[in-house]
């Protein structure tokens, strides 16, 4: 018997996979990082109206928007040039409203139920009497606290 073996041919070497972790952290931080949240789709025609006294939504309550606008160009031979409702990524009609707020409300913590705002986005080339008929199916839901999101106009900068 020998006093020495031959070494056997162990194959390859395996990986290092210290730093993998690191890495994978990284990936994830950078996508999180990079990533931009969609809130929705715009489907209807959104030039907001112009206002000189506008104040800013508190962030702190919580703000379901409300679409009204006449489909965009994309939309517009599927569904007519006539002022359409949109809620989240979809048309919907007035019926669908009082759904949709109790949804949201459904999504909401208890305790920021009756803080609920409803934001109504509304083309400035709308005819109001749209707007008066998601009003009236808002409160016939209870949804009291209603904000019309505008555009800036030139006078409230020369103000300040």
Same mark, same amino acid.
């Given at each position: ?10 194959? =390859? ?9 690191? %890495? ?13 949240? !969609? ?7 959104? *030039? ?8 800013? =939504? ?19 031979? !599927? ?17 669908? %409203? ?5 949804? #949201?409300? $459904? $999504? =909401? !913590? #208890?305790?920021?139920?009756? *803080? ?7 083309? !400035? ?23 019309? %999101?505008?555009? $800036? *106009? #030139?006078?409230?900068?020369? $103000?300040?």
């Amino acid at each position: 018997m020998s006093k020495f073996k031959k070494k056997k041919d162990g194959g =390859l070497a395996p990986i290092n996979t210290a730093s993998l972790p690191d %890495i994978v952290f990284m990936l994830l931080f950078f996508f999180m990082v990079a990533t931009v949240m !969609r809130e929705n789709t715009l489907k209807v025609a959104n *030039s907001l109206p112009a206002a000189n006294q506008i104040e800013k =939504l508190d962030k702190k309550s919580p703000v379901s928007y409300i679409y009204v606008g006449k489909p965009s160009d994309n939309y517009a031979p !599927r569904y007519g040039k006539e002022a359409r409702i949109q809620l989240n990524d979809n048309y919907a009609d007035l019926k669908d %409203i009082a759904s949709f707020i109790s949804a #949201e409300r $459904a $999504a =909401l !913590r #208890e305790e920021l139920v009756n *803080s609920l705002t409803v934001a109504l986005k509304v083309d !400035r080339k709308t005819n109001m009497g749209v707007v008066g008929d998601v009003k009236h199916e808002l409160r016939k839901v209870n949804a009291l606290k209603i904000n019309y %999101i505008t555009a $800036a *106009s #030139e006078d409230t900068n020369k $103000a300040e």
